[in-house]
């Protein structure tokens, strides 16, 4: 938000630099991210002065060129060369100097120097009123009066304004501060804290005078719980011309460019006061009748930028008797407003809903002054005042005779806020104790009144425009802020509990897992709840019945709550893919969100998506991709490490893997990992095959705690490896073997490995062979060979008996 310091000063007579300023007002909570200097006329007519044409004659090498000597008050006048067709002897003009700059229309810089034209010296040069900033006209040199005195600086004879804008960035919460009265008010505040005694000074309203009644609209609200007040008038007989140059640069300098005075003077009100404005051409309005009301669902509807919208049944509109004028509190309508021809006018103050405001503003995707203020919360005792002094503005800079009484439908007043506030939670929270006097002092500045005192502290009644204030908190919080954050003493001595935590905590075991994840070359990602309902159409796992929507959506992408992580995570490959990252190794921690019949509920959750190769490419390793197997190992060691082992496999049947499985403890499913569909990759126009592993998180939490870590020391003896090539009916899976190697030898197995699968030539029809590594160890002594034939061929009598298996 810009704010003029010029502007500030007409409410505070501020003799303080900018800087200094500045500085209280981020002490306040009105942080100033940035002063900026305001020239009314760009580069402030620096180095033109006022010259006097003392001679005029034909250049003698040119015949559109004049050459001229010019008194600029110096010892020797200057010789310069000239091509305006209306230079004369005798004539006061603007001489801009050697080493002055001067600017094009488009804001680029050139500097006057001493040169030669076609022959003769040039010592400066005599301006028109477009080179100077003054105008627009190049048809010759700009003649100033003759009363002027030669070598008056012209920045003293156009008045030029020199300002400061400070560029505050205003948080959501205060609406109070929206405003040059508003953070006025707060300097004063802050002032006073200082024992600066400042008065704020508001503009006079008291010679509001009727002229007579000549113009009455009716007014009729039927949705007054969107429109708590509204206020209106008419002013006849002004008319419609560019703004005096005071208030153009008032406007100029926070950035708002001038269309007209009627106009500029409601966004004069807008920026002093606060209070958005709307004025309306009389003469359009049919039935002289405003109607605030909504209109049908599909209702068409073109804004003043020429955009024709499509109403929704909850957009308030301010209409006639025949159609919509205006979107209320947000923008107006293409054929209502203020042009040349207007002579009459109907003036809008109001207080609008602004929950109704905020909805119709991003529906529409409108963002607007007035809608920025209506959303957050105006003043709404302020309404009619801030219509007094718009139309009062208007009478001084636009003419015309205020016609009606003032309308002010304003059928619930709105009641102050109440809070009591303890001394003690004052002390606790600050943790300084605050003189009472210096607390109530601080209360009276911020117009938050004293209504009742005890001995634990205070009955407070808060102003309305106070949004942000409604809990005893939120009292202490101003208080400290005038009071000063710079002010509270620091101890030297600080005291601090521990307390007792559980090494289950949730955010102790996702470290745990996020350091085990990284240590593999995997990034952490946080991606956002909200997403699209597009993705809900992608897999029928994916309920609408069990959807949540937002009721105040930012967009139509971000419009209801996430209800599978692997979207968000297939959105953050994609990104990454589109910038040359194709091997990504990603994990989150985060949550889905499922409404029920009955409740809702939000689920915990563990993803992994990985695409691409396993490593990076380098000299001493070939590119491998990952794939599912990868993908499991990674699963089962981080399985391992929360200590959750004895896990059960079974095929997967969600719609949104192409292969997978599920890992199972006590019957519930753990996770659930595999490769995703490419019919959904598509949708997010990736190419390289991606794996997903999602992970049930709050079940996880549950399962650890009564998962037990055993210890047991290295063994001591060796281990021993044998192998077995062999031949097994093409549905034999390797789990299979590996299920009856360890129910044939429960002792001295540790671990049977699948290292190659073969299936082609020289090989039965229907056959396939595995070739697998058993590993065998005794813990109390060394193998014998007698022993490990033994186990050997107690295996192969197994695997021969049930799986029908022969050795290669």
């Known amino acids: 938000m810009k704010i003029s310091y010029n502007w500030l000063k007409q409410f505070l007579k501020i003799d303080w630099d900018s800087n200094r300023t500045a500085e209280l007002l981020t002490d306040l909570g009105l942080e100033v991210e940035g002063i900026s200097p305001f020239e009314s006329v760009k580069g402030g007519l620096k180095g033109i002065v006022v010259g006097e ?24 006048p200057l010789q310069i060369v000239c091509g305006a067709p209306n230079v004369e002897a005798g004539q006061k003009v603007p001489v801009a100097t050697i080493g002055t700059t001067l600017y094009t229309a488009e804001g680029e810089a050139w500097v006057i120097k001493k040169g030669k034209i076609r022959g003769e010296e040039s010592h400066g040069m005599i301006c028109a009123e477009d080179e100077l900033g003054l105008g627009e006209s190049h048809d010759g040199i700009m003649v100033l009066p003759d009363g002027l005195k030669v070598g008056t600086p012209c920045s003293e004879v156009f008045e030029v304004e020199v300002d400061e804008v400070f560029e505050i960035g205003l948080t959501p919460n205060r609406a109070d501060a929206m405003s040059h009265f508003g953070v006025a008010r707060d300097l004063k ?28 609209i009716d007014v009729e609200v039927i949705k007054s719980e969107l429109a708590p007040r509204y206020c209106g008038i008419t002013i006849s007989n002004l008319i419609v011309q560019p703004s005096p140059d005071w208030l153009k640069n008032r406007l100029k300098s926070i950035g708002i460019t001038p269309k007209n005075n009627v106009v500029d003077a409601t966004n004069y009100v807008l920026h002093e006061l606060g209070q958005p404005l709307h004025a309306f051409d009389a003469a359009k309005i049919k039935g002289n009748k405003i109607v605030v009301k909504t209109l049908p669902k599909g209702t068409k509807f073109t804004t003043l930028d020429g955009v024709q919208r499509t109403l929704n049944e909850e957009d308030l509109m301010i209409c006639d008797t ?60 302020n309404v009619e005042y801030c219509l007094k002094r718009a139309a009062l503005l208007i009478h001084e800079i636009a003419g015309g005779d205020i016609t009606s009484d003032i309308v002010d439908i304003y059928p619930k007043k709105k009641d102050d806020y109440h809070v009591f506030l303890t001394f003690d939670k004052i002390n606790k929270l600050i943790g300084q104790e605050i003189p009472k006097d210096t607390i109530k002092s601080i209360l009276a500045s911020l117009d938050i009144k004293v209504k009742n005192v005890t001995e634990s502290g205070l009955g407070l009644s808060i ?75 992608l897999s029928e796992d994916i309920k609408e019945e069990h959807t949540i929507s937002m009721l105040n959506p930012l967009s139509t992408d971000l419009s209801v709550m996430r209800q599978s992580m692997l979207f968000s995570g297939l959105e953050a490959i994609a990104h990454n893919s589109n910038r040359q990252m194709h091997n990504l190794k990603i994990f989150e921690f985060g949550k889905t969100y499922h409404q029920y019949q009955t409740q809702r509920e939000e689920k915990k959750h563990l993803s992994i998506l990985v ?11 070939a590119p491998k991709k990952a794939d599912f197997f990868y993908l499991k190992a990674i699963v089962e060691n981080l399985l391992n490490r929360l200590g959750l082992t004895q896990l059960i496999s079974q095929p997967n049947s969600s719609d949104i893997l192409s292969e997978g499985i599920s890992l199972l403890l006590d019957k519930k499913v753990v ?21 997903f592993a999602d992970f049930d998180w709050d079940y996880i939490l549950e399962a650890i705690v009564n998962s037990k870590i055993i210890y047991k020391e290295i063994p001591k003896y060796p281990e021993v490896k044998r192998d077995y090539a062999l031949l097994v009916d093409e549905k034999v899976s390797f789990k299979q073997i590996y299920d009856i190697a360890l129910q044939t030898e429960r002792k001295f197995l540790t671990n049977v490995n699948l290292f190659d699968v073969y299936n082609g030539k020289n090989l039965p029809e229907g056959k396939k062979s595995y070739a697998v590594s058993y590993t065998l160890q005794d813990e109390n002594g060394t193998l014998t060979d007698k022993q490990i034939d033994k186990i050997m061929n107690k295996l192969l009598q197994r695997y021969e008996s049930e799986l029908g298996a022969e050795l290669r």
């Open 611 to 621: 695409t691409g190769n396993r490593l990076e490419d380098t000299w001493t390793t």
């Open 322 to 381: 025949e159609k919509p004028l205006c979107i209320a509190g947000v923008l107006g309508g293409q054929n209502s407003g203020v042009t040349e021809s207007t002579s009459s006018i109907f003036l809008e103050s109001a207080f609008f809903n602004p929950v109704s405001v905020r909805k119709t503003a991003k529906r529409h995707s409108i963002n607007t002054d007035a809608s920025f203020r209506f959303e957050r919360g105006i003043d709404i005792d």
């Open 53 to 76: 044409v003392l001679t005029c004659i034909k250049h003698p090498n040119a015949d559109k060129l004049k050459l001229t000597t010019v008194n600029i008050g110096l010892e020797a």
């Open 671 to 691: 996770v659930s990992l595999g490769v995703v569909k490419k019919s959904i990759l598509k949708e997010f126009d990736i190419k390289e095959e991606v794996l």
């Open 189 to 216: 505040a802050g002032f006073k804290q200082k024992d600066i005694l400042k008065e704020l000074i508001t503009p006079p309203v008291t010679n509001f005078n009727i002229v007579n009644r000549s113009l009455k």
């Open 463 to 537: 102003p309305f425009y106070r949004v942000d204030v409604q809990r005893e908190v939120d009292v202490i919080e101003e208080i400290l802020r005038v009071f000063g954050y710079n002010n509270v003493e620091f101890k030297e001595k600080l005291n601090a509990s521990i307390a007792p935590t559980s090494k289950f905590e949730d955010y102790k075991i996702q470290n745990i897992i996020g350091n085990f994840l990284a240590s593999k070359g995997f990034n952490e990602i946080l991606a956002n709840s909200l997403t699209s309902p597009v993705y809900n159409n």
